[in-house]
């Protein structure tokens, strides 16, 4: 059984492990939602599974539990009313341990081929994941395809192509042999033995509740290690039926279903902090907000700790050739998802004095009229502003669009959805600020609000961009500049500040996409997290060598 | 220049990163302190040079100091009366922060040839170096310039393979290709660019001041990162002619001497807290005790934090084949540096009932007797004791020896040093305890103090010592069983305990011996260290990769 797995999907790790060295274009799982790839009735099946959820106990297999816990609402206005096994901290951690020392035992092919059969079926069932990632995170529907599904599976399938090649590293074993005379020589046998450390806690964030999440669960795993997965209050269904899936792998290959569990807790009972809090958990994985992120880092004690949180993300405009074609693609990064991706900008600066394009120059106004022209039309047909803007998860981040206040360029507002009446949603509010209202931009204002700030020069700007990245973190950079010179220069200052930045990107491509095998995903170097998706170095820490060496005798001579 | 050093010592390279691919016996400086080998003047010049220093100013080429520091006694009993340049910390830094640009802009190349040159001239002077580290450790000669010369470079190099693999693991440059529509494609360059973490902190130890500091220095400057060596108080010497090696190199290859620079401080005036707190330290590389150990840990903040610390380690015999060979053996291990390695052994697990040999089942008290007599006679000749024994770094250790009491089997006791006499000087003492005694022997008595506990059985000697490795931490293990069963328990609890096991190890070969490029020194799997020398996961978090992604038009069609 363990053979077969990894001989199954051998081929596509072999084609992983090419991409992450090559970092050009690649995917596994097809990001298409389409009939002919994914089976003509796979939307229909996806939805009348996600029908089945909502108001049902959500089985699974695993011990420690007693009761039931959930209380998740859609975005988009429903009450999901699934109900999910409640566990008791203790009890499950004793049925975790149980269930680790065969899994530690087993090869690298056994872990790394049931890893990569979880990955399939989670493939093959993308669309019942679509509808449960769209209903909790607020996600469009072809976004929470996308990124709930096959591009969260890409994630998953890079980090076991990293794990894999980190454990490949060493021999398992080999021979050592020393002259220490003329003819003398000693000789020890050496093996080499991956020991995990011991259980990982996986801490969900409610917007990209699988994308997030998948790097983690399946690092820790193949490299042994038991995983907790801890959604949030908000998003547990698609990691519900994540942790369901790894179950049933587990358990087909002779293993315990313990191996992978979900605890899933509310907003009015959170359990994460007594988690952090046990020594039996030695890797944590941590995505969401920068505030519990930094208590995350400074408590969890001896255990090794991945952290995305969030920043404050610049655009820095220069110069263009065309602004239309700027204004167009910067729309759709600001209105995907209601601005409530890690990577959405918020902060767009532009010279006062206006900028230089092919045909001409133009004002500051010149350049934020373009940008709201450019959301306005997006957002114009009520069908499509739907699909892009989603909905807004959280009742804090519509407030605060709400709440900004200032010279505004263009309100956001609610937009009624066609399908789902009582969505929350706003569309983008876009304000305008100058580089001396720093105490303003430099703070994080997740969702649907951009500032389109005014400054000094282009040198300003990089300044600004540069110097919130190193004190608030940043995830993403968009820079349009027609001079090399001014490219030169930004990139460094934003590299060195830990910002990956995209030069003058217009078109099919956007600077809040990350794309699995080639894009990092944070970089590690800012306090916007400490890892990076992915790495070895977001591997590395889930394991141990240890060796052992036994003396050879010489079986030619006598010692003397 | 640049491309020069790495030609010149590319196939040393690449012939470290094949060994610790395969991991079997290399070493790349010749340890055989033979005049052949170093030069028929080699050791006198290396004297001369040693007492050139003594009572001399050392001058180095670094900014921001004032004054002089140093207070060195050698364990043989001459004062040293060197004085180092003495740093103002803030002037220091900010020296340190002008230097590195050029550095971290630098090619990989450039950088890991720089670090080899560095090694290639330690090495021609590790006779000077033998003599600085013997009259500072307290080592005996033949191993100050083994320990401290080319087994010390040869961790080096390891280090810098490890650096250089990881580095070059993600390409500088990839174009990412992507097919969006039946004919429409969307083209990115990208570039990946090595961004260090800034200042790395390299804390050395007493004991073994090169051996035990050259990977993280190594490791982080060749990561592009400025490092600051701050030398134990009483081992400043060795690292003051590192640093004044490195010093040299840089400024050679057009590079700021600032890169490496040294701040000695003295046991009155400790200096490490003020730089561990200091923001530009990123990274902080720290071998010695487990208690101001933890408290860089805990202090760190947002830096790196790599550590070596004490454990308490333990032999196992459950049965052998000649207890003379095995006596023998561990009479070295218990001897060599009066005990003052991290990987001697502590305590030694013997069964109550005895054991079975060869030559038939013998009783507790015949195996205490045949270690006891294994020391007895290594120091029985003066000659080979002052060599083997050396002397005891620091008088708290004697202090720790003589108190010791209990059911002394061996008293440990001033042995007179052929050639200074007023050498501070040790033999082995050797205390029988009972398993029940664990109070006494789960403490470290760092030294040579030595514990041969009875046990009820080889079973309860395992939990016993694997116990203690998981509470206090252990570095080495030693095992003697010829039960093929008891071994691999054994292996088996001590290797989730983090510890590497050592089997059955007689004649030239000896359990605190760890080997560059095959032996992983300390695992990190408990709590004598978070790290090992030298592993992927010791190199891959002093630098990020941070990318630029630039948008490529597509000529051949019109944008939509």
Not at 124 to 143: P, W
Not at 165 to 175: H, L, R, S, V
Not at 495 to 504: D, M, R
Request: aromatic content about 8%.
């Amino acid at each position: 059984m363990s053979t077969t797995l990894f001989t199954t999907h051998e081929q596509k790790l072999q084609q992983a492990l090419q991409a992450v060295h090559n970092r050009g274009f690649y995917s596994a799982y097809p990001e298409v939602p389409s009939g002919k790839i994914y089976g003509q009735t796979a939307k229909a099946d996806g939805l009348e599974a996600f029908d089945g959820y909502c108001g049902a106990d959500f089985a699974l297999k695993q011990g420690g539990c007693d009761g039931t816990v959930g209380n998740e609402t859609s975005p988009y206005g429903i009450s999901l009313k699934t109900q999910y096994p409640k566990a008791n901290i203790g009890e499950i951690l004793e049925c975790i341990c149980d269930a680790c020392p065969a899994w530690r035992n087993a090869s690298i092919e056994t872990r790394v081929g049931c890893a990569m059969e979880i990955l399939d079926r989670l493939n093959k069932r993308s669309f019942e994941m679509a509808f449960a990632v769209m209903h909790t995170s607020g996600q469009g529907f072809m976004m929470a395809f996308q990124a709930g599904g096959p591009h969260a599976q890409d994630r998953g399938l890079e980090a076991i192509a990293y794990a894999y090649k980190a454990m490949k590293d060493c021999p398992e074993e080999t021979t050592w042999k020393k002259q220490v005379g003329r003819d003398d020589f000693v000789t020890l046998d050496k093996t080499y033995k991956i020991v995990p450390r011991g259980i990982g806690l996986v801490i969900g964030c409610s917007t990209f509740p699988t994308w997030n999440t998948y790097p983690g669960l399946f690092a820790s795993l193949v490299t042994g290690n038991a995983v907790i997965v801890k959604p949030h209050p908000g998003a547990i269904l698609p990691l519900a039926i994540t942790v369901d899936i790894c179950q049933d792998v587990l358990t087909e290959a002779g293993f315990d279903a313990n191996l992978v569990t979900l605890v899933p807790d509310t907003l009015e009972n959170p359990i994460t902090t007594k988690l952090v809090a046990r020594p039996e958990i030695q890797i944590i994985d941590y995505t969401g907000g920068t505030e519990f992120g930094n208590w995350v880092e400074a408590n969890a004690g001896s255990a090794v700790v991945y952290t995305e949180k969030a920043g404050v993300n610049s655009v820095i405009i220069d110069s263009v050739e065309q602004m239309k074609a700027v204004s167009g693609n910067l729309a759709f990064s600001l209105c995907l998802y209601s601005g409530q991706m890690c990577t959405t900008p918020q902060n767009i600066f532009v010279p006062r004095a206006g900028i230089d394009t092919a045909d001409g120059h133009i004002s500051f106004d010149d350049v934020a009229n373009a940008i709201v022209k450019g959301v306005d039309w997006m957002l114009s047909d009520q069908g499509r502003a739907n699909e892009v803007l989603g909905a807004i998860q959280n009742e804090a981040t519509a407030a605060r669009i709400d709440s900004a206040a200032g010279d505004v360029l263009r309100d956001g507002v609610v937009i009624e959805h066609t399908m789902f009446s009582d969505a929350r949603t706003r569309t983008v509010k876009i304000i305008k600020l100058d580089a001396s209202q720093r105490d303003v931009f430099e703070q994080e204002m997740f969702g649907p609000l951009v500032y389109i700030i005014s400054t000094d020069s282009t040198d300003q700007s990089i300044e600004l961009a540069a110097s919130i990245a190193r004190s608030q973190g940043a995830i993403s950079c968009g820079l349009y500049s027609t001079n090399d010179e001014v490219i030169e220069k930004a990139v460094d200052a934003m590299s060195l500040a830990g910002v990956p930045v995209s030069c003058n990107l217009v078109g099919n491509i956007w600077v809040n996409q990350s794309a699995a095998f080639s894009d990092f995903h944070v970089s590690g170097a800012n306090p916007s997290g400490n890892a990076t998706l992915s790495d070895a170095a977001f591997v590395v820490g889930r394991f141990n060598m240890v060796q052992c060496r036994t003396f050879v005798p010489e079986s030619s001579k006598v010692e003397a």
